[in-house]
């Protein structure tokens, strides 16, 4: 190991120069500082979970403290990893293990580096591409396992920190790295390389989400005494070249280095291609002619049915004349083919169809690709007479070169008109006769309702006028005969068979007083008169219970109920 002066490297304070342990550490924050001589900030970030900081130092001794790959050769490859963490803790916390601001991995027998040496092994170019595969082949060319590590800075070390470092980034040659550390180190210290690579990965995933996570003032005052070191550490190009990043450079390369053995697997598929596309257009010829001839069998189709439809039909050129025409256009309108087919559509007959409004409306179907329907056209036609006639009329889809046609039908709807005609004249008649119905049927209503209060007022009088009499005649008679026997018994003593008879006389007046009463109460009782409706439903209400029948009679408060005088 070369000799440094002190200028070189910082001073490494001991352990007897260290102030007393901070008492508020807690055990495993002891242990981090004696092993490493220094507490990093990196075990203090989960304070409220120190069962998390417990067994992320446990992890860390396992795999890199107590990793018996050699001290120094760990912590360069440390240093050299983290350059691709954009977290720039790691690099300049590990820089300062290395340079003797605390123990590298841990070790206090290790020598610390100089700056020079810490600043050659961080501008150490990446490899890639054709400048990785000598560093491959130097591996692959041990004849066995390493006997010891390589010296830093070495042609092996060299090329085994890349090895390292393409598996570590995982770029596309991972695997070809992968298979050369495990030829130049063997099975064994091959996985012990591999659980330090899966720390440091989670290391620099532990600095990247603790955004908090802060450099110490050591590596502050380190930092600003050697600005060299610190332009290599801030300004790496490698800085903040995540995984992916890395990842796609290599696979661009890749890319480019497996171009020519694309060519030859182009050139077979392009020569397959031409005999695909060879027997795809002569399949293609057959399907045109069989979609030609299927075409022909359709449009053959849409004319028969066109000629045999029932209802009236033209078909327009796009200048408005008549194509051709079904036979029911003929029969219907009393023509012939040769007087229609050929001439505007406008003068046949005698310019029937010659009206603005339809002339616009075929007019806007072709320059807009639009359509008509339902457009009514009354008229008095040659051989009808007066007709209304419904219009609809399409645009014919054809192909780009073939000349564009109309579809006009023309259904003849006089009868319909008529009989629609006839049945608003018949609704609104049933309207009318239902309105009167239903008037005469309101007023004999009324009518009713007027005499049956007449019969109920005239009952109530004819009740009254009897318990008048009753009460003004009858009973009045028979208080004067039940006097006139008192007094003839008082008059003197009378045979003992007429006084019995007198007093049968006497009782039998008095029954029909009483019953003459009750027959006064009972045609016109007096509580209606006296204290009014209410008060004398109450009362029928109590008098029913005579007959064994049970009312509920309830008034609502505050309510005047009024009856008629008479």
Known sequence: MTNHSATDMPSRKDASERPAPNQGMSSTQLKVEQRFGVLPNFFGLAPENPEITDNLWGFACFAYLDNPLPSLFKERLFVYLSRFCDVRYCITRHVGFLMGLGRASGNAQCSPQTVEEVIRLIRRPFPRGQDLQPLIAQCMACEEPLPEMPAPDSPLELALVACASHV??????????????????????????????????????????????????????????????????????????????????????????????????????????????????????????????????????????????????????????????????????????????????????????????????????????????????????????????????????????????????????????RADEALRQLNEELEQRVTERTRDLVQSQARLRAMATELNLAEQRERKRLATELHDHLQQSLVLGRLTVGQVQRVGAILPAGSEVMKQIDNIFSEALTYTRTLVADLSPPVLRDHGLPAALKWLGEYMKKHDITVTVTVPKNTALTLPED
């Open 168 to 417: 570590f980034v995982q770029t596309p040659d991972a695997p070809s790295c992968l298979e050369a550390l495990k030829h130049a180190l063997g099975e064994s210290r091959l996985q012990h390389l591999l659980v330090f690579l899966a720390f440091i990965r989670t290391a620099h995933y532990w600095s990247k989400v603790h955004s908090e996570l802060s450099i110490e003032e050591d590596l502050k005052e380190l930092l600003s005494t050697h600005e060299r070191l610190a332009e290599c550490l801030f300004n790496d190009p490698e800085a903040g070249a995540c995984d992916f990043s890395q990842q796609l450079m290599t696979e661009l390369i890749s890319l480019r280095q497996d171009a020519a053995r694309h060519d030859e697997s182009l050139r077979r598929q392009r020569r397959q291609n031409e005999a695909r596309l060879r027997t795809a257009r002569q399949q293609a010829e057959k399907a045109l002619l069989a979609s030609e001839q299927e075409i022909k069998r359709a449009l053959d189709y849409a004319e028969a049915t066109l000629r045999t439809s029932p209802v009236p039909l033209l078909v327009l050129e796009n200048d408005f004349r008549v194509m051709t025409a079904n036979e029911a256009f003929y029969d219907t309108f009393k023509v012939t083919a040769a007087e229609t087919q050929g001439s505007l559509v406008y003068e046949l007959g005698n310019g029937q169809w010659n009206i603005p409004k339809l002339r616009n409306l075929l007019e806007c179907i072709l320059p807009h690709h639009t359509v008509f329907k339902n457009f009514e056209v009354t008229h008095d036609f040659e051989s009808l007479g007066c007709r209304t006639m419904l219009l609809n009329a399409r645009r014919i889809e054809n192909a780009p070169d073939t000349p564009e046609r109309i579809v006009l039908v023309i259904e003849d709807i006089t009868e319909l008109k």
